[in-house]
């Protein structure tokens, strides 16, 4: 996937030009964020079992070699295949020569970022295999030729008429109006691709060292159908997705669900362990995982190791302001929201992503309702901190905190700017008691008032307060 990350700007002004996009992402959102809380506050122990999840997945990171070569140890036993791969162009590789020696022709997929951040169905489709993706919102991104937009809902940015006409376009009339007739619609066109596929490809919520088990998670039954009736079942997979044992699974599994999408747990639960065995009625024949780093290794030890405890639920970004303004596409890359605007500068590198860090407000609802604990705003903090040592703030921006940094290191000349700022907005607010026009910050005032300061500056009311 290219990284439109440079234009985020441009994409931001164009996304909020949408009245599509905001219709969707209202509807959307409303019934994740209300969802998760009412499910959050049924379950006193909520807060307790995230303090558990973060144990665990700290610990797994402290000793990732030894979970990894578990992993490995336990998957070769049970008669499946582990192949590692550095960055996206070995991803890529390992798994265009697995379909070539099975000579594969149709390729279904399961719902995986991991296969979106390596770019795999523009390799595949590179080398002529037929590509069809069977979650139903990467299903319709897909008839859109577009990314995902959210992590756990990929179509969330679409309304119920964008899909009846992309499905019209695909599929052919009479046009569908209610949202049973385009499930059934698409469940009808994915069945025969489920029985001609030759490589089914999923992703893996959770990697079991233990038994050397991938799980994946799904409300709609389609990873069950992609990985069982494919010859061959390929698993992509970051490496940072390791849990130790079974047990800690189902921790996991009660946090996740009501993270992502406010239920009490996702409908189909699917492990996989192996290819098919003697007597077994179903299952591929060849297994593998592809575990692909891709740039976390080096965020081990580091101040961003915090960020390789996300199990990808969406929940920063189904509370995050910006993302709700702006929607997935705007971040410019395969993530979206706040753990985008981390990752993403962390795998493209902070030249191409100036902007994300920066896009963020600060507001802290992302860390408060993350299942693992990460520290979101204190990780955007620090790639502010990194851009400014390696000079990739905007040359106006830089003068700017220059110019501040001068008057607040001189208290007196500090407090007279204060002074006179507070008389001069005061005037400007009237009797109204408003300033509709910020001088110098248009854009902000543009779409709000910004009420007008007493006249006095803080230092001034608390010393008066004093007397």
Known sequence: MKVGSPRFKE???????????????????????????????????????????????????????????RFEASVTAAGGHVHWAADAEDARRIVLDICQRVDAKVVTKGKSMVSEEIGLNEALEEQGYTVVETDLGEYIIQLAHEPPSHIIAPAIHKTKAQVAELFEAAHGGPRKTTVGELVTEARLVLREKYFQADVGITGGNYLVAETGSSIIVTNEGNGDLTQTLARVHIVTSGIERIVPTLDDVALFLRILARSATGQETETYTTLSTGPRRPGDVDGPEEYHVVLVDNGRSKMLGGKFQDMLRCIRCGACMNHCPVYGAVGGHAYGWVYPGPMGAVLTPLFVGLDATRDLPNACTLNGRCQSVCPVRIPLPELLRELRHRQHEQGLRPPGQTRAIGAWRFVAERPRLYQFANRMAARVLKKMGGSAGRIANLPGGAAWSGLRDLPAPQGQTFLELWQARRK
Not at 31 to 58: C, H, I, S, T, Y
């Open 11 to 69: 994409k931001t002004l164009v996304a909020l030009a949408d009245p599509n996009l905001r219709q969707a992402l209202g509807q959307s959102r409303k019934g994740f964020v209300n969802g998760r809380a009412a499910l959050v506050a049924g379950v006193p122990e909520f807060e307790a079992m995230r303090d558990q999840a973060r144990d665990v997945k700290n610990h797994v990171l402290a000793n990732l070699d030894h979970y990894l070569e």
